[in-house]
Structures are given as C-alpha cells and as structure tokens.
C-alpha cells in the first residue's frame, strides 16, 4: 500500500532543511560567523539579527548562554527527521513513513513553544529590547510560522495516522466491508 502524502508536507520538509542547517551552522561557528568574524559573510542577515534576539548574539556567547547550541542541535535532530521523512514516504515508500513525520513535526512545534516560552519566563530579556514594529516582523512573524506550519502538519498527519490505525483495527477484527 503506498504511503499517503501531502505536497505542502513534504515541501515544508524540504525547503525548511537548508534554511535549519544554515541556522545552526551559524550558532555552531559563533564567533567567527558573527559581525565581525572572518565568516560572517556567510551568515551577513545575522548582523542585523543577532541585534534583534540576543540569543543570536554576543550577549548570549559571553554569558556563556548553552541555550543557542542547544537549540540548534536539535534543530538539526528535527532536521534529520523530516528528512528521514522525505525518503521514508517518498524514496521506500515505508508505511509508517507519516509516523515519523508526525515525530518531526511534533519536536518542531515543541521546540518552538519552548523558544517562546523561555522569552516569556525571562521577561523578554532577549527579545524584550526592541520596539513593536521590529519585534512582530522580525520575530514573531517568523517564528510564528514555525508554530502554525507544524500545527497544521500535526493535525494532518493525525487524521492520516488514525484513518491507517482504525483500517487496520477493521481489518484485524475482521469487519471489512
């Protein structure tokens, strides 16, 4: 039985993957990647950004703050999953393919949450600097997204996983049609 997909997954998947890697490369090779740093190039949005979310810059990587790497290595374990994803469903065509994408998504969201909520619970004190017109476009919306689009790939891939799972309960109790 091939695997059930949705193009909109499996592009979020994609396109989100150089976008995570080229963040936590950034995060893994601070200071260098940094203003300033002899890779910055690399990494040149980030001069403005690292000014925006402390967490990003040198505040965070002279208190010795573990939170960014942290983040960022998880973010690369979320990677790896959606593209475990990508291959399972599209490449082997393994059925519980959605399971893992449910995982991914799942630890997207639950990262995210925790993003925010440690800026809530420290009192905005990486974000907290910055005038409203800044702080909505260039930190909740685009952090935003990366709470709504693995909300909705949940909620997808939840309907998916119970349709399997109650077929499967049919055919196993003998009640198909």
């Not at 080229?22 to 090779?29: H, P, T």
């Not at 790896?80 to 393994?94: F, R």
Request: charged letters at 10%; aromatic letters at 16%; proline letters at 5%.
């Amino acid at each position: 039985m091939p695997v059930k997909t949705h193009t909109w997954v499996s592009l979020w998947f994609l396109l989100t993957a150089p976008v995570i890697f080229w963040d936590a490369s950034y995060c893994f090779l601070r200071p260098r990647s940094m203003a300033g740093g002899d890779l910055h190039w690399i990494w040149s949005p980030y001069s403005l950004y690292q000014e925006i979310d402390y967490v990003y810059g040198v505040k965070a990587l002279q208190e010795g703050s573990g939170f960014t790497n942290a983040q960022s290595f998880m973010n690369i374990v979320e990677t790896l999953l959606n593209l475990a994803y990508l291959y399972t469903a599209h490449v082997s065509a393994w059925p519980p393919a959605p399971l893992i994408g449910f995982a991914a998504a799942t630890m997207t969201l639950s990262k995210t949450v925790l993003y925010w909520l440690q800026e809530y619970y420290c009192g905005g004190c990486s974000v907290g600097h910055n005038d409203a017109y800044t702080l909505v476009v260039y930190w909740i919306i685009p952090n935003g997204l990366w709470l709504v689009v693995p909300s909705l790939i949940l909620v997808q891939l939840w309907k998916d996983l119970a349709a399997s799972l109650y077929a499967a309960e049919k055919v196993n109790s003998g009640k198909t049609k």
